[in-house]
């Protein structure tokens, strides 16, 4: 079955330590993006992707960092620098960067950072 | 003024009935708009696109006004299963347009 896969589910992490959320997709997509949501809030965009070897930051990219060395793989990495890091994190594809194209989302990874 | 505006709910609502949802944008130059539904604590699915001449899926309907910068979702003969968060969402248009933009959702409770 195609689609996104978020790993872990769930993440706990002391302070000042970072941590690295995997994303992977077999969608055959050229676009990936990174969301946070936090409670009764909208997504918010961290960082994209419109093809292998390139990302952008998005509005909230402070204190995140990303690569995309494969096509299907879009890992993000909340550093210590990330003031307030709990939150819903949402990788998301789609098949290009264009205007027309929905996003498809991953099943999230709810990070607790304590 | 937020980019992308709806009201929060919650609307609770008996089986069989009819809802509304309303949402606002701010940015004229977005060209693609879509309704995403949210179960909780689930990822976002997308549930229409929503055309320029308004489009119907089954017992769902989604219409576009351009000129008033308005976008609306209707859901007739209403499901228990219809209960979720509806997110509004909008491309930034411009240099931005592979980028969307999310409402904070509006929150539907059916009940029997």
């Known amino acids: 079955d195609g689609g996104i896969t978020q790993s872990p589910k769930y993440l706990f992490r002391k302070e000042g330590q970072n941590v690295t959320l995997s994303c992977e997709q077999n969608l055959n997509h050229d676009a990936m993006y990174w969301y946070r949501q936090d409670p009764g809030q909208g997504l918010r965009l961290i960082y994209y992707s419109q093809i292998v070897n390139d990302f952008q930051k998005g509005d909230i990219a402070e204190g995140y960092s990303v690569s995309r060395e494969k096509k299907e793989s879009f890992p993000l990495t909340v550093t210590s620098a990330q003031k307030n890091p709990t939150a819903f994190y949402l990788c998301?594809?789609?098949?290009?960067?264009?205007?027309?194209?929905?996003?498809?989302f991953g099943p999230g990874t709810r990070l607790t950072v304590t | 003024r937020k980019e992308v505006e709806q009201d929060p709910g919650p609307f609770n609502v008996p089986e069989g009935a009819t809802v509304a949802f309303n949402c606002t944008y701010s940015n004229s130059a977005s060209q693609s708009f879509f309704w995403y539904r949210q179960d909780c604590r689930k990822e976002p699915k997308l549930l229409m696109s929503v055309y320029s001449s308004g489009n119907e899926d089954g017992r769902f309907t989604a219409q576009l006004n351009r000129a008033s910068q308005y976008i609306s979702l209707l859901i007739r003969d209403s499901k228990l299963s219809d209960s979720a968060t509806y997110l509004c969402v909008v491309n930034r248009g411009g240099t931005s347009y592979g980028k969307l933009t999310f409402g904070q959702g509006t929150i539907l409770t059916v009940h029997p």
């Open positions: 998301a594809s789609s098949i290009a960067w264009t205007t027309s194209y929905e996003q498809y």
